[in-house]
């Protein structure tokens, strides 16, 4: 498993920008009623590493939103990256999603589905291949995409595990 604490990213001295995944309308059946509110799925990014997502929940969309960013701006992560692109192939899963991510060749663009491409985009990830598997749920393909781009390790990373140098990692 992952440090998750040792990528934790501070929002202060970044500039984010945010995107929105999925807005939903739930309802409550009372005794009075219907009761209407808003779910916002949000993801927010610097563009060059660090992302975040949150759910906000409101009466109003407006607020839903912003309650949403406000959240993933508390839960923001550093990944690894090669260049635009991820540094190997990965599986992630949370809930019923499963997703599958493979580096690609520069030029190759952002092959993936709307939620995944929300969080590509946000990381700064411009050439990747990407499939949703199983459940096509926003919430879960988020939490699924970005645990599995946290799970990630570059050349550098797994050197200093094995206590070798950069030329052994490549040279075997």
């Known amino acids: 498993m992952v440090?998750?604490?040792?990528?934790?990213?501070?929002?202060?001295?970044?500039?984010?920008?945010?995107?929105?995944?999925?807005?939903?309308?739930?309802?409550?059946?009372t005794k009075g009623g219907r009761n209407f509110s808003f779910t916002?799925?949000?993801?927010?990014?610097?563009?060059?590493?660090?992302?975040?997502?949150?759910?906000?929940?409101?009466?109003?969309?407006?607020?839903?939103i912003s309650k949403g960013i406000?959240?993933?701006?508390?839960?923001?992560y550093r990944i690894?990256?090669?260049?635009?692109?991820?540094?190997?192939?990965?599986?992630?899963?949370?809930g019923g999603a499963r997703v599958f991510m493979k580096p690609a060749a520069p030029g190759t663009?952002?092959?993936?589905?709307g939620a995944m491409r929300a969080v590509f985009e946000s990381v700064g990830i411009n050439d990747v291949l990407a499939k949703s598997q199983g459940s096509s749920n926003p919430h879960n393909l988020v939490k699924a995409t970005v645990h599995a781009?946290?799970?990630?390790?570059?050349?550098?990373?797994?050197?200093g595990l094995r206590g070798i140098t950069m030329d052994k990692v490549f040279n075997g």
């Open 3 to 29: 440090n998750i604490k040792a990528k934790k990213v501070k929002a202060a001295d970044l500039e984010l920008k945010d995107r929105l995944v999925a807005i939903k309308r739930v309802t409550k059946v």
């Open 40 to 64: 916002a799925v949000v993801v927010v990014g610097d563009e060059k590493g660090v992302v975040g997502y949150g759910l906000g929940k409101a009466g109003e969309v407006t607020s839903a």
């Open 70 to 76: 406000e959240e993933a701006k508390k839960n923001l």
């Open 80 to 94: 690894s990256l090669i260049g635009e692109t991820i540094p190997h192939e990965i599986n992630g899963k949370f």
């Open 109 to 113: 663009g952002v092959i993936a589905g």
């Open 149 to 159: 781009l946290l799970e990630m390790r570059d050349a550098y990373q797994v050197a």
